[in-house]
């Protein structure tokens, strides 16, 4: 009855300010913040008493991880989270771990859309719904997805996804060009796509704090395993800076919104990131921690960072005329560098850093793993 009576009183007081700032009339106040303000209000007494904080017994914090331990160990994978669908990538990440905030950097071209895509729908494509102890709705393998795309439409995403799931190029996709069993095969594979769990939010401009609110809204009215931004440069800062605040002041405080978010859901949070244009200075193109753009809070308040590198893309910008001596030689390059692609892991806080290899297929914006002979992937699919 306390408890009954205590969220009576939040509500009260919740319903006092929202209409206390409606009937203001403050210029700095618009509508759409307040209703924003006002859900953020509204889920935190919803969910009262499960993100409140405080000190956690060590005999908690150790049954967690033993928790998640045995959870990895019945995957039978080694992963202690999210599968991102790519042997390898999964094999140095242990997957994608609740409350983890990962940057997923590349220069334009390289590829970070196309291969956030296909985690996300993979994540998605997998989602199996189960109940954990207490009845409550979990995903037992894959998970609901929130794809926030500052740049691109929902169309555009949604035909990357069919273009690569169909074998049809996006561009034929776009204009008509596509011959009866083609277009009967595209219906086909969007009509089996129409149940997937990927929620798709294209609002441009988004400030972080909209971006927190509607993720709430996303998991209490759906349920949400992850979040996929694209990308972070593209979301605008919470109101309350000053007007003296730089951009590095203002990713700072993105950043550190998005670590907040993916620990108060208890979910993993893959941001997108633009790197600097001195990677294009360097001989040696492959991005470092020193390329992102403002890194000194990406890097900081990230648990992993990830580069997309092509080198196809630079060495095709290379490329002589074909009466010049050294063109054999380009074309022997190119021919071994045909449709390869790396992820760099440069930072990671639960295990090793490196390089994983994969295989990009650029007509229909797909990363796969690539295809190894003699030693690579056992026959139970883990990587050795």
Do not use: C
């Not at 009260?12 to 913040?33: H, K, L, M, T």
């Not at 009509?191 to 988004?206: F, K, M």
């Not at 560098?337 to 390089?355: C, D, F, M, N, S």
Request: no cysteine; net charge negative.
């Amino acid at each position: 009855m306390i408890r009954d009576l205590a969220i009576r009183r939040d509500l009260i007081r919740i319903g006092g300010e929202i209409q206390g700032r409606a009937v203001s009339f403050d210029s700095d106040n618009e509508p759409s913040e307040q209703i924003t303000a006002a859900e953020q209000a509204l889920y935190s007494v919803a969910e009262k008493g499960k993100y409140e904080g405080g000190f956690v017994d060590f005999a908690k914090a150790v049954e967690d991880a033993a928790l998640m331990a045995e959870a990895a160990y019945k995957r039978g994978g080694g992963l202690a989270g999210l599968s991102s669908g790519l042997h390898e990538l999964d094999f140095k990440l242990g997957g994608f771990r609740k409350s983890d905030l990962l940057i997923l950097a590349g220069r334009p071209s390289m590829g970070k859309t196309a291969l956030a895509t296909n985690i996300a729908f993979d994540i998605a494509r997998k989602y199996r719904r189960g109940t954990d102890a207490e009845g409550n709705p979990v995903a037992e393998a894959g998970g609901v997805v929130g794809f926030f795309s500052l740049e691109m439409s929902s169309e555009q995403l949604a035909n990357r996804i069919l273009s690569a799931e169909a074998q049809i190029k996006g561009h034929e996709i776009l204009t008509g060009r596509l011959d009866e069993s083609d277009f009967l095969r595209f219906l086909e594979v969007a009509r089996e796509l129409e149940s997937v769990p990927l929620y798709i939010d294209d609002t441009p401009a988004l400030p972080i704090s909209t971006l927190a609110a509607r993720a709430r809204r996303l998991k209490r009215m759906h349920g949400l395993d992850v979040i996929v931004v694209d990308y972070l440069q593209l979301l605008r800062p919470a109101r309350g800076l000053s007007k003296d605040d730089n951009r590095v002041q203002e990713l700072s405080g993105i950043t550190q919104g998005l670590k907040a978010l993916a620990k108060e859901l208890d979910i993993p949070v893959i941001a997108l990131s633009q790197l600097s244009r001195q990677v294009e200075a360097r001989e040696d193109k492959r991005p470092q921690l020193s390329d992102l753009r403002e890194s000194g809070s990406i890097e900081q308040d990230s648990d992993v960072v990830m580069f997309v590198f092509r080198e196809e893309y630079y060495h095709e910008r290379q490329k002589p005329n074909e009466d010049d001596p050294k063109f054999p030689e380009w074309q022997q390059k190119a021919e071994r560098l045909y449709g390869r692609a790396e992820v760099i892991i440069g930072k990671q806080r639960h295990g090793p850093i490196g390089t994983v290899d994969l295989h990009f297929e650029g007509k229909h914006t797909k990363f796969s793993d690539p295809v190894r002979s003699g030693s690579g992937y056992a026959a139970d699919g883990e990587f050795r």
